[in-house]
């Protein structure tokens, strides 16, 4: 049974995924910057989609990984960046390590600071890495140790492959959030190799198996019709 601490501990950190998505998306430049607006958390400034189809997309597959953190079988959220052929250029990776959100012997709030720390540090990730091509889109996966209490109508499974750029990758931690007996999480950026001849090559605008809105589809001020909901979930090599 989930009691009212771990529902708010699951809470607190979908807040988080959710701020570092949007903030991550905007940095990266993947839509218009008119389409995001700023609000305050942890005391700082954050970014918020007002695009009803991108926040529709990433509110849902944020939602349906609740029973994986309850469960803690969610090892990673990936912020996936993509070419028009679909091939991984680049990603931001929450890689968690243990999440025990049923523990009552912490303090929650001190994860603020940590929290607060890698959406600083998320909101010059663009800076870090090479430009994406025109047209590039996003996607929201998730790799899990179980595919219990997940939504098939929000999820399909995938191979782990579809989660691992090409080598060699040029990786850069961006913080960690840890709290010790609730938890563990790293935030890394990586790019590959096929990034540079995307850009030579001029990708333009792709569409994916569980698409969020393309950037065509979220330049425009009217809202759109949402897109279908998704991610991919991969199972991890590691799972039972």
Not at 23 to 40: G, I
Not at 148 to 162: H, R, Y
Request: glycine content about 6%; charged content about 15%.
């Amino acid at each position: 049974m989930v009691d009212d601490v771990a529902n708010a501990a699951v809470d607190a950190l979908i807040e988080f995924l959710e701020a570092a998505t949007y903030t991550v998306l905007r940095s990266r430049n993947v839509y218009s910057p008119q389409l995001f607006e700023n609000k305050r958390l942890y005391s700082v400034t954050v970014s918020q989609c007002r695009h009803p189809g991108v926040r529709s997309y990433v509110g849902t597959v944020l939602r349906s990984i609740k029973p994986l953190l309850v469960k803690d079988t969610l090892q990673e959220l990936v912020v996936a960046f993509n070419n028009q052929q679909g091939l991984l250029l680049s990603k931001v990776s929450f890689i968690i390590q243990g999440f025990n959100c049923f523990t009552k012997a912490v303090d929650w709030s001190k994860l603020e600071s940590s929290f607060r720390s890698a959406l600083l540090r998320l909101h010059f990730s663009d800076n870090l890495l090479r430009p994406l091509p025109p047209g590039s889109t996003f996607e929201l996966l998730v790799v899990a140790s179980s595919t219990a209490g997940v939504d098939p109508k929000v999820f399909a499974e995938e191979d782990i492959q579809s989660v691992t750029l090409h080598q060699p990758t040029n990786g850069l931690p961006l913080g960690s959030c840890n709290l010790p007996g609730a938890l563990s999480m790293q935030v890394v950026l990586e790019e590959g190799p096929d990034t540079a001849a995307a850009l030579q090559q001029g990708a333009n605008t792709l569409s994916t198996s569980n698409p969020a809105p393309p950037p065509a589809a979220a330049a425009a001020e009217a809202p759109a019709q949402p897109a279908a909901a998704g991610g991919a979930l991969q199972e991890s090599a590691c799972s039972p």
